[in-house]
T-cell receptor, first 111, second 116 residues
């Protein structure tokens, strides 16, 4: 039973345009959400996070939106750059430090 | 340099031969965790530790053991590896904070394990 789902395994976007990566979850007890980026042959690196008491968090080109009623979060990257090409994982926490990750979305930014 | 190190980076072994993958961090982090990454399944947490001598099961702990005798080290032990444990393994560490939630896990470079 996948509690955190990333339904798009891959996404291609032109350089300079917006990339939108989506993540759905089923457990309403999740209170913290995170996005990680992973390049091949490297460990994931933290990108941005959001608490369930907020609906938006921005950090430079990256913005995460949280819609609690729909149990949906999204990561917006504007403008997209070729260096953003990577696999993106969303993750959720529910009061403990037990992380639940999604299956990942491979983003390809075309020059 | 702040980092999480894992050894070995690559390992091919046979079914039933006990192995240990080491993980060490130099950031004085309380929290450490092990994950496995498999195609189509994303990252799944195996075990985590909030501090020395405190460990807890993640989503997929079966077939694995861990220990946390020192703050900096968190080895992953496979007592009797099986082919379904062939995977890419990551160790991670972070501070433990309540407000805001500790969020920046630092990941190691990964260990690719093949069990024949």
């Amino acid at each position: 039973d996948q509690q955190v789902k990333q339904n798009s395994p891959s996404l291609s976007v032109q350089e300079g345009r917006i990339s939108i990566l989506n993540c759905d979850y089923t457990n309403s007890m999740f209170d913290y959400f995170l996005w990680y980026k992973k390049y091949p042959a490297e460990g994931p690196t933290f990108l941005i996070s959001i608490s369930s008491i907020k609906d938006k968090n921005e950090d430079g080109r990256f913005t995460v939106f949280l819609n609690k009623s729909a149990k949906h979060l999204s990561l917006h990257i504007v403008p997209s750059q070729p260096g953003d090409s990577a696999v993106y994982f969303c993750a959720a926490l529910s009061g403990t430090y037990k992380y639940i990750f999604g299956t990942g979305t491979r983003l390809k930014v075309l020059a | 340099e702040a980092q999480v190190t894992q050894n070995p980076r690559y390992l091919i072994t046979v079914t039933g031969k006990k192995l240990t993958v080491t993980c060490s961090q130099n950031m004085n982090h309380e929290y450490m965790s092990w994950y496995r990454q498999d195609p189509g399944l994303g990252l799944r947490q195996i075990y985590y530790s909030m501090n020395v001598e405190v460990t807890d099961k993640g989503d997929v702990p079966e077939g694995y053991k861990v220990s946390r005798k020192e703050k900096r080290n968190f080895p992953l032990i496979l007592e009797s590896p099986s082919p379904n444990q062939t995977s890419l393994y990551f160790c991670a560490s972070s501070l433990v904070t309540i407000t805001p939630r500790g969020d920046e896990q630092f990941f190691g470079p990964g260990t690719r394990l093949t069990v024949l």
